[in-house]
T-cell receptor, first 113, second 113 residues
Framework: DAKTTQPTSMDCAEGRAANLPCNHS???????VYWYRQIHSQGPQYIIH???NNETNEMASLIITEDRKSSTLILPHATLRDTAVYYC??????????????FGAGTQVVVTP | KAGVTQTPRYLIKTRGQQVTLSCSPI?????VSWYQQTPGQGLQFLFE???????NKGNFPGRFSGRQFSNSRSEMNVSTLELGDSALYLC????????????FGPGTRLTVT
């Protein structure tokens, strides 16, 4: 699976959009981009995933560049409850097993009042 | 649908003992992965099971083992516990053959004294 690079930390004002970047320059054509977040001492929470088209759900939007070498997770209206570590990972989709994944250090997002 | 459940939630053991942790995946999910999370090493992949077979294994010593039952429930075992095994152990399940996300349980907090 391709490696990803994320900033170590980001601050965001409550009510503003939070844009979290992720670089995955060695991504393969059949690898999807997944985003998770982890609030302190809880299990990671799946947010969204995509292959090449932009995706949106009730939690966030995922923008993947045309060359698929990077992506941005957008939290449209950040709240204090969005303070968490956000992980970007890539993996081959549609397989029976999830695979041996490396989560990396992620981005610590702090939403301030 | 009920989420991934893990038991017990908290556990205190002494060095040299062994421990068994249990994970019940989301109904219909046949892939189960285990992760260890410590402050120093972050989220590290332990192993993955699919259809009662270990599909992938992380870089952990043989003291860490697991198994999966025919109903997809999984257990992991750690023998001869060491202080460094104190961690949050997370289980995650996913739907085989799907590009969808992997869903995590709340974790078992193991403390070794």
């Amino acid at each position: 699976d391709a490696k990803t690079t994320q900033p170590t930390s980001m601050d965001c004002a409550e009510g503003r959009a939070a844009n979290l970047p992720c670089n995955h320059s060695t991504i393969s054509g059949n690898e999807y981009v997944y985003w998770y977040r982890q609030i302190h001492s809880q299990g990671p929470q799946y947010i969204i995933h995509g292959l090449k088209n932009n995706e949106t759900n009730e939690m966030a939007s995922l923008i993947i560049t045309e060359d698929r070498k990077s992506s941005t997770l957008i939290l449209p209206h950040a709240t204090l409850r969005d303070t968490a570590v956000y992980y970007c990972i890539v993996r081959v989709g549609g397989t029976d097993s999830w695979g041996k994944l490396q989560f990396g250090a992620g981005t610590q997002v702090v939403v301030t009042p | 649908k009920a989420g991934v459940t893990q038991t017990p939630r908290y556990l205190i053991k002494t060095r040299g003992q062994q421990v068994t942790l249990s994970c019940s995946p989301i109904s219909g999910h046949r892939s189960v992965s285990w992760y260890q999370q410590t402050p120093g090493q972050g989220l590290q992949f332990l192993f993955e099971y699919f259809s009662e077979t270990q599909r992938n294994k992380g870089n952990f010593p043989g003291r860490f083992s697991g198994r999966q039952f025919s109903n997809s429930r999984s257990e992991m075992n750690v023998s001869t516990l060491e202080l460094g095994d104190s961690a949050l152990y997370l289980c995650a399940s996913s739907l085989a053959g799907s590009a969808g996300g992997q869903y995590f349980g709340p974790g078992t907090r193991l403390t070794v004294t």
